[in-house]
């Protein structure tokens, strides 16, 4: 590769897609909290498209909830979850998915696939880097200030 430039080294984590009828997206390094962003996607994962951003934005406005399933230990109970009881409005990890699914919906048009027939078979998030600060304190001590970042995939297809 010439003039330092390269190709990136990850790969997505779905399998076995039908490159004719599917379409692809991912961010990566984005500064929300990996419980959060697994927990949206759970929440999204069998959605069509347009459902999905549509639940993303009302996350946003805290109109709806997004239901906790694995990190909900001492979370309140929210109103408007269907079979469940634990949620939260992850205001700022729901625009950063939302940003994901605008990707995935232009992949899906440059490859000529219906937005409106599209529906999410894939949504995952993994953990990625942790950049770490610290904040000086009185008597020589420190305290940690760290920033997770998430790595967030999308794979929708056209039924």
């Known amino acids: 590769m010439a003039n330092g430039a390269y190709m990136p080294t990850w790969r997505y984590s779905v399998q076995g897609l039908d490159p ?15 419980k959060a962003a697994r927990e949206i996607c759970h929440a999204i994962k069998g959605m069509k498209l ?6 993303l934005e009302d996350v946003a406005a805290k109109k709806r909830p997004v239901p906790y399933y694995r990190h ?4 309140a109970h929210r109103k408007g979850l269907q079979g469940h009881d634990a949620g939260r409005y992850p205001e700022k990890a729901a625009t950063e998915p939302l940003k ?3 990707s995935v919906e232009a992949n899906a048009e440059f490859k000529g696939l219906y ?5 999410i078979v894939h949504a995952a998030a993994q953990r990625g880097r942790v ?11 420190a305290t940690p200030y760290f920033k997770h970042l998430t790595h967030i995939e999308v794979a929708v297809e056209e039924f």
């Open 115 to 119: 937005p409106e027939r599209l529906r």
């Open 72 to 75: 909900r230990k001492k979370v």
């Open 100 to 102: 994901v699914l605008k």
């Open 50 to 55: 347009e459902d999905a951003k549509r639940f």
């Open 131 to 141: 950049i770490r600060k610290y904040i000086p304190r009185a008597f020589g001590r």
């Open 20 to 34: 004719e009828r599917t379409a692809i997206a991912s961010g990566r390094d984005l500064q929300i909290k990996p």
